[in-house]
């Protein structure tokens, strides 16, 4: 008798599910863990807790899934991450509304001009948002005399209610963070742009030869980058009722790993925001766990997570060589293909030709 054989569409299949809903699982299996072996895990302050200091991260993840998506990278968010929780508090004394608009439009100029220069001019994503990491970082030590000003939030500022206000019990981040996902989720799988930026990651040269606006997307991913991440450190500067200098050193990474564990392929043109989240949570939930224990440094955490993106990346290009090679793609070339024929549909409905 003959061993029962695997077709290769199947496993292809399989593969395809892991690699999109594998961070899923292991979330359930460690909260089951987790909740099972630490009584305090389970109570409503820590999942409150958890909850709220992940909405911090999971914005600026979602926009550097979206970055990611089109085959680049943000190495900037970190550093415009801190410098919109100092414009914010800056900016609050001024009011809600310039306080709320003071970080988005100097973070969201950042990465606007990130755009600009990754489109335009084809320069290297790596080394253009490592310059912006930069500028940000100098914006930042400039308008706090190098870190020895510190702006505070005045504790009868409407603006507080960003970070430190509660709807049910649960913080307002939380529900921000929500919402964003939501609507990220719509543009990415809903819409025209949403097609563009799998199209653009998954085959950019098959993209520009249908006519697709690559620069303009590329320019939009990064401005929208550069805008999550004020916004995010807007609603930390409100949470911790000052704009603290010393944050966002090395979030730019943890924002990359959290994306790359939900399932998005660093090669682009794969990759959802729902994984995004689900890779948020199970870092925190990690480093939760690691709290718990108590005995262990905290240094520990760093070891576990880069640990753990090391085999997610590892385990990802696996799954993509079981899909056979180009496969993973897939999505992104069949979003090309779907736009492209619905131009060809308009251009010979114009001409008159079937």
Sequence with gaps: MTAPTVSPGRRALVAGLLQRQGAAVVLVVVVVVAWLAFPRFGTGDNLRDLALQSSFLAVIALGMTFVIITGGIDLSVGSVYALGGVLAAYGSRFGVVVALLLPLVVCGAIGLVNGLLVARTRMAPFIVTLAGLLFARGLLLL????????????????????????????????????????????????????????????????????????????????????????????????????????????????????????????????GSVLGTMIGVLLRNVIQNVINLVGSLDSNIQSVVSGAFLLIVVIIQRALSRSRGGTSSRGPARQSAKSIGSGRGDVERSRTGRT
């Design 143 to 270: 308008i706090t005399s190098e870190g020895a000003t510190t702006y505070k939030i005045e504790p009868d500022s409407a603006f507080l209610w960003l970070g430190r206000g509660t709807i049910l019990g649960i913080g307002v981040p939380v529900y921000v963070a929500v919402v964003l996902f939501l609507l990220g989720g719509l543009v990415l799988q809903r819409s025209r742009f949403g097609q563009s930026v799998f199209a653009t990651g998954g085959a950019e040269s098959s993209a520009l030869l249908m006519g697709l606006p690559v620069a303009r997307t590329k320019v939009l991913v990064y401005t929208g980058s550069g805008l999550l991440a004020g916004f995010a450190g807007a609603m930390t500067a409100a949470y911790l009722q000052s704009g603290v200098t010393v944050i966002g050193v090395g979030t730019e990474l943890d924002a990359i790993s959290v994306v790359v564990i939900g399932g998005t392929l660093l090669t682009g043109g794969a």
